[in-house]
């Protein structure tokens, strides 16, 4: 059994113009590291021109598909009967996306399937993680 997910999924730019661009995205989750989700954005999706990943609590995803989440860089929310929204905040600006909830629902099912929730302490390495860490200090 693979220890990592990975999902494409399609997610729209929310910009000012009337047209929202569909941006390729993945979502995606490791065992090793089981508290956390990434999201990817490809080079040429970036304004940067590089590829670009946010990682964040997986709880983070799960409670943004009920109400609004998150009080830091990323922040998630519903938004009408079929879409979430995903806000990433940076010094660079702010990139709000709206991604098919369904997808999402695909995505932490297969999560949720590979570890559940609550159960997270049970996988990865706190303590190899935390030396790591504090290598540097």
Do not use: K
């Not at 609590?57 to 929204?85: F, I, K, S």
């Not at 706190?126 to 290598?135: G, I, N, Q």
């Amino acid at each position: 059994m693979s220890t990592v997910i990975e999902q494409a999924v399609e997610a729209r730019l929310v910009a000012a113009a009337p047209r929202m661009p569909t941006i390729p995205a993945s979502l995606c989750y490791d065992r090793d590291d089981p508290f956390a989700v990434r999201m990817r954005f490809p080079a040429p999706a970036t304004l940067e021109g590089v590829e670009v990943c946010w990682t964040f609590a997986r709880d983070l995803l799960v409670d943004g598909l009920e109400g609004p989440a998150g009080q830091g860089d990323v922040r998630v929310r519903p938004y009408g009967y079929d879409r979430t929204v995903v806000e990433f905040r940076a010094p660079q600006g702010t990139a709000v996306i709206h991604v098919r909830t369904p997808a999402i629902r695909r995505f932490l099912r297969r999560s949720t399937a590979l570890v559940p929730r609550g159960r997270e302490g049970r996988y990865g390495n706190l303590d190899h993680d935390l030396a790591v860490l504090m290598r540097g200090a």
